[in-house]
């Protein structure tokens, strides 16, 4: 795809060699995320951060992400401080808001919103999460993750990843886009493990089969995550149930500690999660005794999300190329964070 100047909505509109690209000019910007080196490559440039739901990393990766590249973030966030609780359209909305800014990035409860949004927009929008529907800068942080463990365990591609999905699978955003994502590759077999009520919807399952990915659903966990590279927990989406009574249902439903873990996954099973993790008594998907676990990649993740976000500003305000050029030493102490 042509990145320069383009709106990221949808996992849909890349091939596996836009996903290797992404991933190349993510490498790219170690050295900067990692504070070894400073940009000014996006000096001036202004990045509008509006997300309508609550969000920590989505949102603070975004904007540290521009920061790195040297550009500055102008933030709205929630519907009640900006004038959409006027009764103001997303097309009017969009019209204003992209007059003050280069790029902007969003999240919205509504499924096809940002799409919308993007749409009416003067400049590239980038998909923070719209409702349940899509979250794909979350699974391309997730499947350079992937890329970067396998690698790790001494596996070089993507291709022939046997990888397990637990939790709410209906209205969980990041997993519909991973599942999206992994139809790019080849001998992908994927567990799909979630309460009966709770099931990947049909469409994307049916979207994973034709392209040639084994997919096995279950709604029983332990068995599922016997032989997997990955086990990719979730969190019961509660914000888009009815009521909270009927979240509470399936919460502690599939939770996953380092007794379970010893007892039924491989030895170097990567264990993952988008975050937030529900570590409330009675969630728990991912126990704190899997905090030492070396496999536990979670702040992996988190931190991957920055680079991959930095390639995505990159890639689609088209300075990939000019990022070492306006770079210069780092003189303050940096620690060893990474
Ligand atoms: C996820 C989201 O908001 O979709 N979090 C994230 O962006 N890292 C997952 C979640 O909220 O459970």
New binding site residues.
Partial sequence: MQFTGSHIISIGQFERADIERIFEVADQMVPYAHRRRVTKVLDGAILGSMFF?P?T??RVSFGSAFNLLGGEVRETIGFESSAIAKGESLYDTARVLSGYSDVISM?HPQEGSVAEFAAASRVPVIN??DGSNE?PS?ALLDLYTIKKELQHHGRDDVDGLRIALIGDLKY???VHSLCKLLTLFKDVTIWLISPKELRMPGDIVEQMRTAGLTVNESDSMEDSIAHVDIAYS??I?EERFASQEEANLYRGRYRLNQAIYTRFCEPNTVIMH???RDSRAGANELDNDLNDNPNLAIFRQTDNGVLVRMALFALVLDVVDLVDKYSSDVHWYTGSRF
């Fill in positions: 739901e969000s990393r989505t999240r923070g999460g979250h979350q969980g955003r990041t979730t969190r989406q988008p975050l937030p």
